[in-house]
């Protein structure tokens, strides 16, 4: 299979953000919200769900899910390195009126840290839903919701200490539903050091 060359973009330096268009290809997303769609399974496996002002949303395990283990597969050839709590991604679902709050991404689980955030765009949107990230410098950044895209952000500097300017929201949802999925990379801070490749090959299908 002849190899296909998708880059990644800078976008930002304070915080880093980085894209990628069209990381998940139209099967994988229609995959993806038909098993979020199947609350049967999801409630027999007994996966907790919640749905409150931030949206609906619930953790999708990992294993034994091909489609989450190719998506898994290729963010770790983007990012350059594993995640050490590998087992979940999250999804989540926003209809009219719902937004998560600013917050920033420096979480730990069993000593290691929140590094970086693999956020996965699944739907259009008509109007708001915007991921935002007020203080960026030099000036305040938004990402509509499109379909496939995949957003990378550090939540610390290169030194560990917390990148106060990756605070970041996403903005109500005004007309549509926006639906996302989220992969969280923990490792130890010195791998907030760390630039993502500059690009990253998949094999067509």
Request: glycine share 6%; proline share 6%.
């Amino acid at each position: 299979m002849k190899p296909m060359l998708y880059p990644i973009r800078q976008i930002c330096e304070h915080p880093r953000i980085y894209e990628v268009d069209d990381f998940l290809n139209p099967q994988e997303v229609h995959e993806i919200l038909m098993q979020s769609s199947d609350f049967a399974k999801i409630y027999r496996q007994g996966i907790s769900t919640r749905h409150d002002m931030s949206g609906f949303s619930f953790e999708m395990p990992i294993l034994n899910n091909p489609i989450l283990l190719e998506i898994q597969n290729r963010l770790d050839k983007v990012v350059g390195y594993t995640n050490l709590v590998p087992n979940s991604m999250r999804y989540r679902s926003y209809d009219v009126g719902e937004y998560h709050g600013r917050h920033l991404d420096t979480y730990q689980i069993n000593g290691m840290t929140l590094v970086l955030t693999a956020f996965m765009t699944l739907t259009d949107v008509e109007t708001g839903g915007e991921t935002a990230f007020p203080i960026a410098k030099p000036r305040p950044l938004t990402f509509p919701p499109k379909a496939g895209r995949l957003l990378l952000w550090y939540g610390h500097l290169r030194n560990g200490e917390v990148d106060q300017l990756s605070l970041h929201e996403s903005l109500p949802v005004i007309q549509g539903i926006k639906k996302t999925l989220t992969y969280f990379y923990y490792q130890s801070l010195e791998y907030s050091k760390f630039d993502l490749t500059d690009s990253f090959d998949k094999a067509e299908d």
